[in-house]
């Protein structure tokens, strides 16, 4: 098994990994509680869909620290290929929601 960087290293930004997911999750749930309390307005599907992405932030952080802590490779690629395609689908989600507002308030949706 081939080591990326050595140990001290590798603990420190497993620790340091470990931190942003956790501080992502803290941030995922505020979100997903102001898209709660927000449920007769129609921003609540913007505020879910932030919150979902920094779950997944904080997820693929959390396979990365994993990754770093027992030199697992894999973990490292797998979290960036989930990474990259939840925030791709949540970006064409949010721009999509945006567009509707703006057509709900009677706006052209192309511009």
Known sequence: ?????????????????????????????????????QTVDLTAAQWLVRAMRWLIIGLTAAAWAAGFFWGQSWLLIIGLVILSQELYEGFILGAALRTGR????????FG
């Open 1 to 37: 098994m081939e080591v990326w960087l050595i140990p001290p290293i590798s603990i420190w930004m497993a620790g340091g990994l470990s931190v942003v997911a956790l501080a992502a999750l803290v941030i995922s749930l505020r979100r997903f509680g102001l898209a709660c309390r």
């Open 102 to 109: 703006r057509v709900e308030k009677g706006a052209s949706p």
